[in-house]
Structures are given as structure tokens and as C-alpha cells.
């Protein structure tokens, strides 16, 4: 399992190298009806940083126009 995928190692035949790239995009296709039905949601990863008061740095601006 990664932060924000499964990582899958998967091994398929084709008749012909051309047949690669439809063969891999049925495959994806296919995958992500089926988390859609079992409800399988990967989420992206989130991150929550915390911060001393010392280390913040004062912002200055510039005159308002």
C-alpha cells in the first residue's frame, strides 16, 4: 500500500504488441468499476503541519493602492 494507491504488479498476455496499450486501458477500466461496486475509495494523502509562534516569519506589504 502507498500514501495514496495500491500498487498491483500485474502480468497479461497479448497476441500481439499492438494489442498492449487497449489491453491495459480495458484492464484499468475494468479495476475501477470494480472499487466503484465494492465502494473502495482511495483518498490522496493529506497533511497537517503545526507551527511555534517562533517559527513564523512577520509578511510586510506594500502600500495600498
Given amino acids: 500500500f502507498g ?4 500498487f498491483l504488479n500485474v502480468t497479461m498476455r497479448v497476441e500481439a504488441l499492438s494489442n498492449t496499450v487497449t489491453l491495459r486501458h480495458e484492464f484499468i477500466k475494468q479495476l475501477h468499476k470494480r472499487y466503484r461496486e465494492e465502494g473502495i475509495v482511495i483518498p490522496f494523502p493529506t497533511r497537517s503541519l503545526r507551527m511555534q509562534s517562533e517559527d513564523l516569519v ?6 495600498s493602492s
Fill in 3 to 6: 500514501e495514496s494507491c495500491i
Fill in 58 to 63: 512577520p509578511v510586510r506589504r506594500g502600500p
